[in-house]
């Protein structure tokens, strides 16, 4: 295999299903601003030279027939229990406050295990399928035989921010990787050049644990770096106009600086880091009419305000950004990711009030967003994962808490090719260790990445003097898991 090497010029696969055929005058005329119009324009040119590329043969090596083109990620930043939402273990409660002495490995990052803890949480069966989830999990509940539940998940580290990395990026080591979405955004170009194709939704309390790092570009160039979105006041800053700048003297300017940058573009044509600045300025000059619309929740009806929990204070901030996501999503955002404000899941202390505070904060929106995707018609096209980086151990930390896990935990995945009331895998008695159908992420890179048409092991660029790849399958021996696919 050869690695793809980076244009200059035009390093964004233009995905032929989706590209509008218009002419130069008809595009122009639906845009707001002169100058903006003559920014996509150029765009739209170079995405067309690229498509006529591709069908004469010269299509990327890494396309695969696709499921899905777009992807959220309901990320759980602290490592939910699976014991305590999706993994029912009765022995748990049997044996509650006994001395554990089993040969299982278990995690102790901060303090020496204590004694076996059980769970309040009830469970029951829901859905034609009959998959059991704890009751902080209601809304979960009605949309079941819509998920694939898998319980077997493993990682290779309970740290935190190493977990991060080696979901985002594929390594739990090495900083300054590529992260998910970039890889997307990279193999599959945008499907709307008037919005980013990698979109991050942070929680408007605070960043999450790793904070950018979680949506870098690494050494991919600029423009394939998570752009970062506000629930809050405008979405993106400083990207509107001055009122006190007239439309006219803003076109001319822009004019001018396009000029300039082109001019000055052709004078460094292998100079990858000044292509992408140049197109985020561009984009940024599209995103002046299209970003506003899309993030505009007004639009929404009252039905789906509330359907979301917009109209409840404990899910309000949570069910707006993902509202948020599926509207973005909606006019063709690629991959759009929700975070918390560092770890809420991290359970060390008060596990049972805290895994029902932010179960109820979540859960909610969360199953809206199923629903919602489902009856427009998206479900079938968009992947969806409600993921944490790891779980949290069966035995007590202090009298109330949990401890990191990474030898077994619960993720669910929904939409874009995936089965549909299906739970895969499962973990020991105890919910600690996987011991059928494990799973890791370079496993769910791999799957995630084929039902978006992309080969894990063909999608690579060469840095270092070597193929980099998000799943580095011939170390890692990524697979794509089959089982999972419908």
């Known amino acids: 295999m050869t690695p793809p090497q980076l244009s200059p010029h035009s390093d964004t696969i233009i995905d032929t299903t989706h590209v509008e055929r218009l002419s130069r005058r008809v595009f122009l005329g639906r845009s707001a601003m002169g100058i903006t119009g003559m920014l996509a324009a150029a765009d739209l ?62 995690d102790a990052i901060m303090n020496r295990p204590g004694a076996i803890l059980g ?52 390594s739990s080591i090495l900083l300054g990787r590529p992260t998910v979405g970039s890889w997307i955004e990279y193999g599959l170009g945008s499907l709307n ?10 929680d408007p309390d605070g960043p999450p644990t790793s904070g950018t790092l979680n949506w870098s570009n690494g050494w991919l160039p ?37 000029a300039f940058n082109r001019r000055h573009l052709d004078r ?29 929740l007004s639009q929404e009806t009252a039905a789906t305000l509330a359907l979301y929990g917009l109209d409840n204070p404990a899910t309000a901030s949570y069910g707006r950004r993902v509202l948020m996501a599926r509207r973005l999503i909606e ?25 029902r505070r932010v179960s109820g904060m979540v859960d909610q929106p969360s199953a809206a967003l199923i629903t919602d995707l489902k009856d427009r018609g998206l479900l079938d096209s968009t992947i969806v994962l409600w993921m944490g980086e790891f779980g949290r151990t069966f035995l007590s930390e202090g009298s109330d808490g949990r401890d990191h896990s990474r030898w077994g935990f619960s993720i669910w995945v929904a939409g874009g090719g995936f089965k549909r009331g299906y739970v895969h895998g499962a973990t020991d008695e105890f919910g600690n260790h996987a011991v059928d159908g494990i799973m890791r992420f370079h496993d769910l890179h791999a799957t ?18 070597r193929p980099e790849s998000l799943t580095d399958h011939e170390v890692t021996h990524a697979r794509v898991i089959k089982e999972l696919l419908a």
């Open 448 to 465: 995630l990445l084929h039902l978006l048409g992309i080969d894990h092991r063909e999608l690579a660029v060469e840095h270092d003097g």
């Open 45 to 106: 040119l170079r995405a067309e030279r690229a498509v006529a590329s591709a069908a004469g043969g010269t299509a990327a090596p890494w396309r695969i027939p696709a499921r899905a083109d777009r992807v959220i990620c309901l990320f759980q930043n602290g490592g939910p229990s699976q014991m305590d939402l999706f993994d029912p273990k009765p022995v748990l409660n049997r044996l509650n406050g006994q001395k554990y002495t089993g040969p299982s490995k278990v």
């Open 119 to 170: 769970t309040p949480f009830e469970f029951r069966k829901h859905g034609v399928a009959g998959i059991e989830l704890s009751e902080c999990l209601p809304h979960t509940a009605k949309i079941v035989d819509e998920i694939t539940l898998i319980r077997s998940m493993q990682t290779d580290t309970p740290c935190h921010g190493a977990a991060l990395r080696l979901w985002g990026s594929g």
């Open 222 to 258: 600029a423009r394939y770096q998570g752009t970062m979105f506000r629930a809050k006041g405008p979405a993106v800053l400083n990207l509107e106009t001055p009122p006190d700048v007239p439309a006219a003297a803003r076109e001319n300017q822009l004019r001018q600086l396009a």
């Open 331 to 355: 006019r063709g955002v690629r991959y759009v990711s929700i975070y918390h404000a560092g770890q809420p899941w991290d359970t060390h202390s008060k596990n049972v009030e805290e895994t």
């Open 193 to 202: 050049e008037n919005l980013p194709a990698y979109v991050v939704l942070p």
């Open 268 to 296: 460094f044509p292998d100079n990858t880091d000044l292509a992408a600045r140049i197109a985020n300025f561009e984009m940024a000059a599209r995103m002046q009419t299209s970003t506003p619309e899309a993030t505009d």
